[in-house]
């Protein structure tokens, strides 16, 4: 079964806080990976996609290892405003348009 | 405001009823999708289509029913389901991934359905 594996939380972390969320993903034919954000009860949105040399939006890192099959996401500076749950997420593999999600991680930020 | 517009918001319906959720989307993208998404599970993919071609149904019972009329458009049937069935529905699109990689997807909303 291609899963995509993540911690579900809570990571409660107070204003200020760098977190890291980790995933590992199971198919090695995956090409394409992202990370969503979800409020609750609304729809999962876009993040960032994530690149094999790694890439940076603003306080937003995400990092590939694609020998591990491993996938991470650093938050500088947590703001409240970034509590949610972050979703990892990957392709079937090939042109198949087909996305796996995570359970998700759940993040508290605390004042 | 979102591209990917669903409705209803809401619904609830017995077990008899026969019910359709909509979708449409504006972003000009050719693959559209169904998911389902439960309490403490990952979303679960139900139904793919590129360019109103059905690609993927993965597994879904019979009591629902997927219909594409136009890549804009993507509705979900629905007929004598299960309580258990209770669930957020998301609709997505995306580019096709012709090209290679697969794109990102972008959700609708959702449907808070309510089987009882």
């Known amino acids: 079964r291609k899963e995509v594996e993540q911690d579900p939380g809570p990571f409660n972390v107070p204003e200020g806080a760098t977190v890291a969320f980790n995933c590992t993903y199971s198919n090695s034919a995956s090409q394409s990976f992202f990370w969503y954000r979800q409020d609750c009860r609304k729809e999962p949105k876009l993040l960032m996609s994530v690149y094999s040399s790694g890439n940076e939006d603003g306080r937003f890192t995400a990092q590939l290892n694609r020998a591990s099959q491993y996938i991470s996401l650093l938050i500088r500076d947590s703001k409240l405003s970034d509590s949610a749950t972050y979703l990892c997420?990957?392709?079937?593999?090939?042109?198949?348009?087909?996305?796996?999600f995570g359970t998700g991680t759940l993040l508290a930020v605390q004042p | 405001e979102t591209g990917v517009t669903q409705t209803p918001r809401h619904l609830v319906m017995g077990m008899t009823n026969k019910k359709s959720l909509k979708c449409e989307q504006h972003l000009g993208h050719n693959a559209m999708y169904w998911y389902k998404q439960s309490a403490k599970k990952p979303l679960e993919l139900m139904f793919v289509?590129?360019?109103?071609?059905?690609?993927e149904n993965n597994s879904v019972p019979s009591r629902f029913s997927p219909e594409c009329p136009n890549s804009s458009h993507l509705f979900l049937h629905l007929h004598t389901l299960q309580p258990e069935d209770s669930a957020l529905y998301l609709c997505a699109s995306s580019q096709d991934a012709s090209y290679g990689a697969s794109t990102e997807a972008f959700f609708g909303q959702g449907t808070r359905l309510t089987v009882v």
């Open positions: 289509y590129n360019f109103k071609e059905q690609t």
């Open positions: 997420v990957s392709d079937y593999g090939g042109a198949t348009n087909k996305l796996i």
